[in-house]
């Protein structure tokens, strides 16, 4: 299981966001590069890094993000990713993994294309809900679709890595929604990579006993009620 700590990038800065409302906006860090850099060296061996401007539409955080790829930093990005060319382009300039969200739904022959051209390992799917319906435009659009129904669909077509995010909790420090996530975990076998709530490590150890493969922690690490030494030492084998 891997712990993988969230970059949230807008205007150059490393955000937080309630439920993925810019009303409620809050900024940890103004050196995104500095900041993944000091999780490397605490033992992290991959970061989640999301262009919230390119997911809004407005603007994109990209050169910090090539950036932080060209210093060997290990990152997975996701954030209006609705192309062939950007995918490439990320993957080239060595962005571990790439996740896919809108253009999964909206150009589905382009998102096949990446996964059989690219690798399954190399493009992940972000798996965005609210109120059991899947979520997709930077979380404005809802699909007449649930979480498990698209997870399975997503199995079918040779997916391997899932990024399941519960919107209503994501930076509300409430916990996960391990109901969503064991019933998930029970009906596919491809990876799951846990988020939204996560405020403790006994969240995370929860998660560990449904079986994801992975967390992402964000605002509960920058306010410092979960600590990377700790959770590294607790969950042993996370990293």
Known sequence: ?????????????????????????????????RLAEDFIEKGIKLIHVVDLDAALGRGSNRNIILNMAL????????????????IASLLDY?????????????????????????GRDKIGVALDYRSSRVVVGGWRE????SPIELATQLQNVGVEWLIVTSVERDGTLKGPDTTTLSEIRRR???????????????????????????????RALYEGLIKLEEVLEVVGECH
């Open 1 to 33: 299981m891997m712990v993988i700590p969230s970059i949230d990038l807008m205007g150059g800065k490393v955000v937080r966001l309630i439920r993925g409302d810019t009303r409620y906006l809050r900024v940890y860090h103004d050196n995104p590069i």
């Open 71 to 86: 210093s060997g930093i290990p990152i997975q990005v996701s954030g209006g990713i609705r192309d062939f060319e950007t």
């Open 188 to 218: 596919v076998s491809i990876k799951v990579i846990a988020a939204g709530g996560i405020s403790s490590i006994s969240d995370i150890l929860t998660l560990k006993e449904i079986g994801v493969n992975g967390v992402i922690i964000g």
């Open 94 to 118: 060595g962005v571990k993994r790439v996740i896919l969200g809108t253009l999964v739904y909206k150009r589905p022959k382009l998102f096949m294309k990446a996964i059989n051209y690219f």
């Open 142 to 145: 809802s699909l007449n679709l």
